[in-house]
């Protein structure tokens, strides 16, 4: 395959990355919208490449767990763990069925999940309900508080919101996420002004609810969590990342990669033109700031399908419209410029939507090029939550984390014997 | 008392109360890890004072006694320190920490691949590049298919990276110096090492490094004036490159209206390239000082290519011209058509013969003779153009010298020009005593047969004195009457195929090099930092990429990258 055609290929990806029109349309019943939770007995999605339970870490052990308990297949942790270790529940990626999921990612069958349909392409993505903070099962909580906080989210809030979404005709995320990259959002680690449009567009069809749990105290309970939460759009706007990402896959020929996932324990990546293979490696332990009583030696490795905004051209990679956040980086705004001036390096196109205010508008770095990053030996940039190494303590810090190298070699090598390059 | 506090009972613990002070989080945590670190300071918290981060406080031990009567709106800062001395200094250090860098947001980022320079860097037009050999070529690579002209300071550059990239370079209408090319000034900016050299007329072409400079020198202590000092790199004017940087170099200067005179600096060049670099030389229709370090042409002079024996020479000379009437040229540039045909040398003195040679074989390829000049190849070797003494003994051996029976060079004269591929026919005519008595009665009409073909031109050297017993001026009017063109001197003679039959000047392939790049430039550096600073203290616009050689030197995957382009 000679240049020219990789090129080719990779503008098409790219082109459909950015053409791909995300809109939120629903919310639905897991196992309604993804088949493969409904066709096993017990079935679980999870964050990152594929892994089993002897090689999961804390937080999605703790995750699992807290799942297994919510889907009633087991009655105490003990029993979880051990219906786990016996292989009694079957674990699958969600990427493998377009989801997606922060940190531990999993996402169970009777779990309410967000639907997101990319109008231009025609496929869908799907992203589970964001818990908020404190302790939450994504960090690998589950005990009674966090699962009746997961029973509220499934029978109070995702009718009214569902109501809601269907009510304002859907929400296009990808223009939602455009207005807050103005506002000082980077779409990954930052998502308060777009958690706030999000609530806005959302409010006045949660006041007029007609969904049978609507009563006032549950939209105003609703309406409460949706504001407190910065991240409550994180969740559509993984799930818009997804789509958008799954449209520029499978293109023959293309290196653009378009998917960037961490279990806690491994970090993969998928690329276009390699079909569904991953290339994993150990993940490794962000650098960050972290929060009073904690340190590195607490956090877990990185973990979460949030790195899907990187991969559409957000996150880190529009670290330059995120000034209030660049302290993860080391401190200056010039930091911030400095990062995503340097994604521009690895990436194959520029956005047409995402456009970056300190860097004159210029669209974000979006397309992340196999072939750039091996050669000029510069990794994709992360902006994360760090999660605690044990299960149910939560979000220990944040920060900023990259890759294994390794993991592109590896793809790059496949790619040479795939097309025949020697 | 719990257990955690009382691990914590020879701590000292002190805090401070900002109210309605509110910072982003990320901003608290930054302060925290800073006061955390400070002497003798064990732990501490900065949070905003909710409940469930006051709880937070309280499990790390930090929370401190009695009533705070603080709200979600206050700012909370508390530190436990090993006495409470430290505990007061850290919390006094506290605005300190806060406080910003005062630096504003624009952005240094140094660009970590020539791509990307290009793209924030769009006006730079060249590039130069000092990379380890090995990656050099892919660079140079790189920037001429973007239409930038390279600087190619890199040694260890393969001879055939080195044609390939020039070929394009001249397809591209871009410049590459190099490779190993230490040296140039470009509009006033000196690249890689180069002498402070003040702004004129003079431009000069070379490929000799230190030869550039000590012509730039000398002109500069002359008085006078680099107008560009282009480098072409040492291998240019070898068989294999051709001249491509020097031929376009040349062209620039002719075009360049500051430039009145070129010096043309190269060791000694392979013969066919120095044919077509001294056409092109001559097509500027400038004067152009030519030093050939090493090879010096046995004349001073061809039209307004002028030859100097040594560097100093060749600057002075140029000085020289730049500040007379130029050097008496036509202002215009000279059309060379090409030669009508090749040249055939039918000498009968040797040492004519050689210096003829010697002097034609910088103008005309391919050439040979029988003199065994160096360069020049031997008789019967090839087509060509071809000079010959025939008084040599592979031609004298059972007959006379040519000087006294001219039977062997007549037939030769006739059969040369019934050769359609021939154009020019050089013969000499030495008089004196002893000499053929009157050797234009046997030349006059072999002449004037050989001319009733058309496009044909014989030159003829005469050799003599007023009282040579042969009557020179009579000699020489019945040759003229015939129709050919008599000289004096072997200069004259040179010239006279130079301008009739010298390498046509073929620049077909060639698209212009804009004259306008060599003002105002601004440059990309890939390679050595030293190069950035002497370019950025000339105040030039300059960029330096963070270059590191591609997939970390991996070669298993350099060679994949370089299969996908």
């Known amino acids: 395959m000679k240049q020219l055609r990789i090129d080719e290929a990779n503008q098409e990806a790219t082109r459909r990355m950015i053409d791909a029109r995300p809109m939120l349309s629903t919310i639905a019943t897991a196992a309604e919208v993804i088949p493969a939770l409904a066709a096993a007995e017990r079935r679980l999605l999870h964050a990152g490449p594929p892994i089993e339970w002897d090689r999961m870490s804390g937080p999605l052990r703790g995750a699992v767990i807290g799942a297994a308990i919510f889907e009633g297949w087991a009655k105490s942790e003990a029993e979880a763990e051990k219906l786990a270790a016996a292989g009694e529940i079957d674990f699958d990626p969600c990427h493998h069925h377009g989801a997606v999921g922060p940190m531990a990612g999993v996402t169970s069958p009777s779990m309410a999940v967000y639907v997101v349909e990319n109008e231009t392409h025609g496929n869908r993505a799907f992203s589970n309900l964001n818990e908020g903070y404190g302790k939450v099962l994504r960090y690998g909580a589950y005990d009674a508080e966090v699962l009746d906080k997961l029973r509220w989210m499934n029978d109070e809030m995702a009718p009214i919101v569902k109501s809601a979404i269907e009510a304002a005709g859907g929400i296009d995320i990808r223009a939602l996420l455009a207005e807050a990259l103005h506002m000082g959002d980077e779409g990954h680690n930052r998502n308060k002004a777009g958690s706030l449009l999000f609530a806005k567009l959302l409010a006045p069809h949660i006041a007029g609810s007609a969904a049978s749990a609507a009563d006032a105290g549950a939209r105003r309970k609703v309406l409460e969590f949706l504001g407190d939460n910065a991240l409550s759009v994180l969740n559509p706007v993984m799930a818009a990342c997804k789509a958008m990402a799954d449209a520029g896959h499978g293109i023959e020929g293309s290196t653009i990669v378009t998917a960037m996932a961490r279990n806690g324990t491994d970090f993969g990546i998928r690329v276009s033109g390699l079909g569904a293979d991953w290339f994993a490696a150990p993940a490794a332990t962000p650098d960050g700031l972290y929060f009073s009583g904690f340190s590195a030696a607490d956090a877990n490795p990185d973990i979460g399908d949030s790195t899907i905004t990187e991969t559409a051209g957000l996150g880190a990679f529009a670290m330059a419209a995120a000034p209030a956040i660049v302290s993860f980086v080391s401190g200056k705004p010039s930091d911030a410029l400095e990062a995503t001036l340097e994604m521009y390096e690895i990436t194959f196109a520029e956005h047409d939507h995402f456009t970056i205010p300190p860097l004159d508008f210029r669209g974000s770095p979006t397309g992340i090029d196999l072939r750039r990053v091996v050669e000029l030996g510069i990794t994709p940039r992360v902006n994360t939550g760090i999660a605690h190494r044990e299960a149910g303590i939560g979000q220990v810090g944040a920060g900023l984390v990259r890759p294994p190298i390794e993991i592109f070699e590896q793809a790059l090598v496949a790619y040479a014997e795939r097309y025949d390059l020697g | ?565």
């Open chain 2, 1 to 565: 008392m719990t257990g955690r506090e009382n691990r914590f009972r020879m701590s000292h613990l002190k805090h401070e109360i900002r109210r309605g002070a509110y910072a982003d989080s990320i901003v608290l945590m930054q302060l925290q890890s800073a006061l955390a670190k400070l002497d003798g300071v064990e732990d501490a918290g900065v949070v905003m004072a909710t409940p469930a981060n006051r709880e937070l406080l309280a499990a790390n031990g930090l929370e401190p006694r009695g009533d705070l009567a603080v709200g979600p709106d206050d700012l909370l800062i508390v530190v436990r320190a090993e006495s409470a001395s430290a505990a007061e200094a850290a919390l006094a250090e506290v605005d300190r920490l806060m406080k910003r860098d005062a630096e504003s947001g624009t952005s240094t980022y140094r660009p970590k691949s020539l791509r990307s320079a290009l793209v924030s860097h769009p006006d730079a037009r060249w590039v130069l590049v000092s990379v380890p050999g090995r990656y050099a070529a892919g660079v140079a690579r790189e920037a001429v298919a973007a239409r930038r002209h390279v600087f190619l300071y890199s040694d260890n550059v393969s001879i055939d990276d080195e044609v390939e990239l020039k070929r394009r370079a001249v397809g591209e209408g871009v410049l590459v110096m190099g490779p190993d090319c230490g040296t140039a000034t470009i509009g006033g900016v000196g690249l890689g090492f180069a002498n402070r050299v003040r702004r004129g007329p003079i431009g000069i072409v070379a490929a000799s490094g230190t030869g550039l400079q000590a012509v730039a020198s000398r002109i500069d202590a002359l008085g006078s004036g680099v107008s560009h000092a282009l480098g072409t790199g040492g291998r240019d004017l070898s068989g294999a490159v051709g001249g491509a940087t020097a031929l376009q170099a040349l062209d620039l200067l002719a075009r360049d209206p500051e430039t009145r005179v070129v010096v043309l600096v190269s060791k000694p060049p392979a013969p066919e390239v120095a044919a077509k670099v001294l056409a092109a030389a001559r097509a500027t229709g400038k004067p152009v000082v030519v030093a050939l370090s090493g090879t010096m042409p046995p004349l001073d002079r061809v039209g307004y290519l002028h030859f100097a024996s040594s560097l100093r020479r060749a600057a002075d000379l140029a000085v020289e011209l730049a500040d007379g009437d130029g050097g008496g040229t036509s202002g215009t540039r000279a059309t060379s058509a090409g030669g009508p045909g090749f040249v055939r040398g039918l000498f009968s003195g040797g040492t004519l013969a050689l210096e003829t040679t010697q002097a034609l074989r910088f103008f005309l390829a391919p050439l040979a003779s029988n003199l065994g000049v160096e360069g020049v190849a031997a008789h019967g070797e090839g087509s060509g153009h071809l000079i010959l003494d025939l008084g040599a003994d592979e031609f004298t051996v059972g007959r006379p010298h040519p000087m006294i029976d001219s039977d062997l060079r007549l037939r030769r004269l006739a059969q040369e020009a019934s050769n359609p591929d021939v154009g020019v026919i050089l013969l000499d005519l030495v008089l004196g005593d002893g000499s053929h008595s009157d050797p234009a009665a046997e030349l006059e009409p072999a002449i004037r047969a050989a001319l009733g073909k058309s496009g044909l031109t014989i030159g003829v050297l005469v050799v003599g004195t007023d009282s040579d017993p042969q009557d020179l001026s009579g000699q020489i009017e019945r040759l003229e009457a015939a129709g050919a063109k008599v000289v004096r001197t072997t200069d004259e003679l040179i010239a006279l195929v130079v301008s009739t039959a010298g390498d046509a000047l073929s620049t077909a392939e060639a698209r212009p090099v804009p004259l306008e790049d060599l003002e105002a430039i601004s440059c990309i550096n890939v390679g050595l930092e030293h190069f950035h600073d002497s370019l950025a203290g000339q105040d030039l616009p300059v960029v330096h990429v963070d270059w590191r050689p591609p997939a970390g030197g991996k070669a298993k995957l350099q060679a994949i990258l370089a299969r996908m382009g």
